[in-house]
């Protein structure tokens, strides 16, 4: 009758019970305690929602994104170590755990991808349309090279020798990128617009000699609805190497009027007309009076010149206030007597 001793040194499949039931142990502990401590940081998550901290809000989310299939590699990576196996067995566990492992890895670095784009995002309040599409773009290309390098990484770590596959993606890259550069400059100039922001839907620009209202930022082009109605498409490339003027974000427009009267005025009204012209201006809605002033004695009139700012807001009828402003002004002097100048020659015999 054989004794515990010499049963736990039976060999099976190259290993004694012994290790096997010591790799057994291992697995079911290191598979079981993993899992309990996942399940209490979850619980900790709970308390870390009312700390505004970025660094426990990416450690949750990592947390989150941890497989179970990565657990059980893991067990059986601790597992595995203590027995024996041939060659080609422990070839195939060198596969699985190497490319769990990476696996693992590679939705880590994903998680923190969109966990920092998102981030990004948010503070820079970037909320249309136009943005999310952006940040999917975004995420694609991030993602595709996360996992291009994560696959070189296992095959390396698997001793495949990789160089000459980098370099024969070096050279397709290149490829690709100038096959499609146009493309790739349009999509760069989406994610240009949409982070620095230089301009949004429903801003009013003018575009070396287009002027228009933004309805939309695309990923590939920006399209403006024109003051003369149709609608504009342009590349976005193109727009940032364009002058762009915004129109839209001008806290006022500027207003410069030329107004030229008869010589045969008298002097006291004359003398009246900086006033006349500021009364005007400051009974307009949003308006903010800077000067009138005589300029120039010219060739058949007085010439003065009014400068004055009409707030740009939402709400507010620039072109209206502005002809409010002008019918102000001629009603003003119709009153005093002040009469307007009109190109004339006089000939004398």
């Given at each position: 009758m054989q004794g515990p001793a010499s049963l736990l040194s039976h060999t099976f499949l190259g290993n004694p019970l012994r290790d096997w039931l010591l790799a057994i142990l291992v697995f079911t502990v290191t598979f079981l305690v993993l899992p309990v401590l996942r399940a209490r940081l979850r619980v900790q998550q709970q308390k870390w929602r009312h700390m505004e901290s970025a660094t426990l809000e990416l450690l949750t989310l990592l947390l989150a994104r941890t497989s179970r299939l990565v657990l059980l590699v893991v067990a059986v990576y601790f597992a595995e170590k203590i027995l024996s196996w041939p060659h080609r067995v422990d070839r195939i566990f060198d596969v699985i755990i190497v490319f769990g492992v990476w696996l693992q890895a590679g939705l880590w670095a994903s998680t923190a991808l969109?966990?920092?784009?998102?981030?990004?995002?948010?503070?820079?309040?970037?909320?249309?349309?136009?943005?999310?599409?952006?940040?999917?773009?975004?995420?694609?290309?991030?993602?595709?090279?996360?996992?291009?390098?994560?696959?070189?990484?296992?095959?390396?770590?698997?001793?495949?020798?990789?160089?000459?596959?980098?370099?024969?993606?070096?050279?397709?890259?290149?490829?690709?990128?100038?096959?499609?550069?146009?493309?790739?400059?349009?999509?760069?100039?989406?994610?240009?617009?949409?982070?620095?922001?230089?301009?949004?839907?429903?801003?009013?620009?003018?575009?070396?000699?287009?002027?228009?209202?933004?309805?939309?930022?695309?990923?590939?082009?920006?399209?403006?609805?024109?003051?003369?109605?149709?609608?504009?498409?342009?590349?976005?490339a193109d727009v940032l190497r364009a002058r762009v003027r915004n129109l839209g974000r001008m806290p006022e427009k500027r207003f410069n009027i030329r107004l030229r009267l008869a010589y045969e005025t008298p002097a006291a009204l004359v003398e009246r007309v900086p006033v006349l012209v500021e009364e005007a201006v400051r009974a307009g809605e949003g308006t903010r009076f800077v000067s009138c002033l005589l300029g120039q004695i010219g060739d058949y009139a007085l010439e003065f010149d009014a400068l004055y700012f009409i707030a740009n807001r939402p709400d507010h009828n620039i072109g209206r206030t502005n002809d409010l402003v002008n019918r102000g002004i001629l009603r003003r002097f119709a009153a005093a007597g002040i009469t307007l100048a009109y190109p004339t020659r006089r000939q004398v015999n």
């Open positions: 969109r966990f920092f784009i998102e981030r990004r995002q948010q503070r820079s309040g970037l909320n249309d349309g136009a943005a999310a599409s952006t940040v999917h773009v975004l995420m694609f290309v991030g993602q595709l090279l996360i996992w291009a390098v994560i696959v070189l990484l296992a095959l390396d770590n698997l001793g495949v020798n990789i160089t000459a596959l980098v370099a024969g993606l070096g050279v397709g890259g290149i490829a690709v990128a100038l096959a499609v550069q146009t493309i790739l400059g349009d999509i760069f100039g989406s994610l240009s617009i949409a982070f620095d922001k230089p301009f949004v839907v429903g801003d009013m620009l003018r575009i070396d000699d287009i002027e228009g209202t933004v309805e939309h930022i695309g990923i590939k082009s920006t399209r403006l609805r024109s003051v003369t109605g149709e609608q504009v498409i342009l590349a976005n």
